[in-house]
C-alpha cells in the first residue's frame, strides 16, 4: 500500500489544518488507518486511529476534541481535521495503514501498522 500525505503548512495559533492521505489503487474499506506525528528532537506519537468500517475512532488525550480523524473508502482517502491548532502540534504528521479483519478495530502503537506515507509538515506559529 503506498500512502500520499498531503495538506500540512504554515499556520497561526487557533486556526485550522486538515491533512488528507489516499492509497491510490487500493482497497480502502478492507484497512484501519491511523495519523501520527513526530516533533523536532521528539519520539513519533499517536494521534488518532480509525478503524475499517470507520465507525470506530481513537485519539491521543492531547488532541481529542480538537482533531477528527475521518475516511471516505470511496476516495481512498483518510482525513484529519485539525482545529484550534497550537504551537505544541508542530511536526511531521504521517499517516499509517494495516489490513484488519476486524471492522471496528483500532491500532495505536506504530508497530501495529504495515505501511507508511510520507509525511507532511505542519508549523503552527504563535
Known amino acids: 500500500v503506498q500512502l500520499q500525505a498531503f495538506g500540512g503548512g504554515l499556520v497561526l495559533a487557533g486556526d485550522s489544518l486538515r491533512l488528507s492521505c489516499t492509497a491510490p489503487g487500493r482497497t480502502f474499506s478492507d484497512i484501519a488507518l491511523g495519523w501520527f506525528r513526530q516533533a523536532p528532537k521528539k519520539e513519533r506519537e499517536f494521534v488518532a486511529g480509525v478503524s475499517r468500517d470507520g465507525d470506530s475512532e481513537f485519539y491521543a488525550t492531547s488532541v481529542k476534541g480538537r482533531f477528527t480523524i475521518s475516511r471516505d473508502n470511496a476516495k481512498n482517502t483518510v482525513y484529519l481535521q485539525m482545529n484550534s491548532l497550537k504551537p505544541e502540534d508542530t511536526a511531521v504528521y504521517s499517516c499509517?495503514?494495516?489490513?484488519?479483519?476486524?471492522?471496528?478495530?483500532?491500532?495505536?502503537?506504530?508497530?501495529?501498522?504495515?505501511?507508511w506515507g510520507q509525511g507532511t509538515l505542519v508549523t503552527v506559529s504563535s
Open positions: 499509517a495503514a494495516r489490513s484488519s479483519i476486524a471492522y471496528s478495530q483500532i491500532w495505536w502503537r506504530d508497530s501495529d501498522y504495515t505501511y
